[in-house]
């Protein structure tokens, strides 16, 4: 016999280390979730200080869409000329699980190809799937061409 140790032995796993593997688990898990608390106390989302430029009106064909940031911040943003010839701009984040989501101008609605979410393209709202809220929304402000965004009102 080359191995002293006998094959179903070695397979075998005892109690008291499966309540170790239980706790190391529940203890990562644990530490983590306080890590993401902690992080939303010490450092708050980033906060939109006045307009911030995002293009020309020219440059968004109505139906059509561009994605931006703001600066400061690595938070992605879409902005929509819908339609009917309205702005919107929402966060490009489901807020099921964080997919990036694209306006569907045949439809008119924002889709999440993760989990078939959708959204309403005027208000943000959920209309259908998963996502637990809406979408976290900028006010779109015209100045002659220029298309501007800046923190909600009722924010």
Known sequence: MDFPIERVEAEHVARRDFAKFLCLVSGGMAVGSGWVAVQDRLFPPHRIQGDVFVCRKSDVPAGGTRGFTVPGSRTPFILI?????SWRAYGQKCTHLSCAVYYSPDKDRIECPCHNGYFDASTGNVLQ????RPLPRLDVVLKGEDVFVREPKDA
């Open 81 to 85: 000329h819908l339609n009917d010839g």
């Open 129 to 132: 799937g998963p996502p637990p």
